[in-house]
């Protein structure tokens, strides 16, 4: 069984802190991907990165940077947090070729 | 710009009714469609599509995809109160690097009463 965990479930920060999110994969995937989640827009993807030391933007990058140097973890990081990037952060990972990504439980982020 | 949506946005019925979500895409690059169910937590895979009319059916759930006419349609018979739950449609589209990324739609929110 895939096994994709996320380092926390609640978070809370202040506007201004610098924030990491970690995810980690047990199952060799190559590729993985960090969304938002937010009501009346659904997943949208930030970053995703198809190999170690490879990333690439997704659809809403700004305020965000990513780092993989290790094929098994993906971090998400705010550099400096503001109340907009309050949201339900959603890791997830798949094997190069395939069609299914496995998601992680998800960190739910507050930015006071 | 590709976008995919979903509709109804929610829906509440019966135990035993039938439901019908749907989700239509206009993307470049279409590779395959995606059905997801997220109930508290992280999305569980359903269904992946990538022919047209070849239906999918796991349980009382069934899945079909048009491409000439770019959508989709989840279906569940004799709902349950389990099956309650916000279902995601994805779209994965082809980048010019080779790689494959995801687009979803906003999700249909389901709620079945007892």
């Known amino acids: 069984d895939v096994k994709v965990t996320q380092s926390s479930r609640y978070l809370v920060k202040r506007t201004g802190e610098k924030v990491f999110l ?8 190559e590729n993985m991907f960090w969304y938002r989640q937010d009501p009346g827009l659904g997943l949208r993807l930030i ?7 490879m990333k690439e933007k997704g659809d809403i990058p700004e305020g965000y940077s990513v780092s993989r140097e290790k094929k098994e973890r993906f971090s998400l990081i705010l550099e400096s947090a ?6 339900m952060y959603l890791c997830a990972s798949r094997l190069w070729g395939t069609d299914t990504q496995y998601f992680g439980p998800g960190t739910r982020l507050t930015v006071l | ?3 995919v949506v979903q509709s ?4 509440v019925v019966h135990e035993g009714d039938t439901v019908t979500l749907n989700c239509s895409y206009e993307v470049t690059n279409f590779r395959s469609l995606l059905w997801y169910k997220q109930e508290k937590k992280a999305p569980t895979f359903l269904f992946m599509l990538t022919s047209s009319g070849i239906e999918k059916k796991s349980g009382r759930l ?7 006419e770019l959508f989709s349609i989840l279906n569940i018979t004799a709902t349950q109160t389990g099956d309650s739950a916000v279902y995601l449609c994805a779209v994965e589209v082809i980048m010019a690097s080779g790689t494959y990324k995801y687009i979803f739609g906003t999700g249909t929110r389901l709620k ?3």
């Open chain 1, 22 to 29: 970690e995810c980690v994969q047990d199952m060799d995937h």
């Open chain 1, 47 to 53: 970053y995703f990165s198809y190999d170690v030391k």
């Open chain 1, 82 to 87: 503001s109340t907009n990037q309050t949201s």
């Open chain 2, 1 to 3: 710009e590709d976008k």
């Open chain 2, 8 to 11: 109804p946005l929610s829906l």
């Open chain 2, 62 to 68: 069934s899945s079909i995809l048009d491409k000439k």
């Open chain 2, 112 to 114: 079945v009463l007892a």
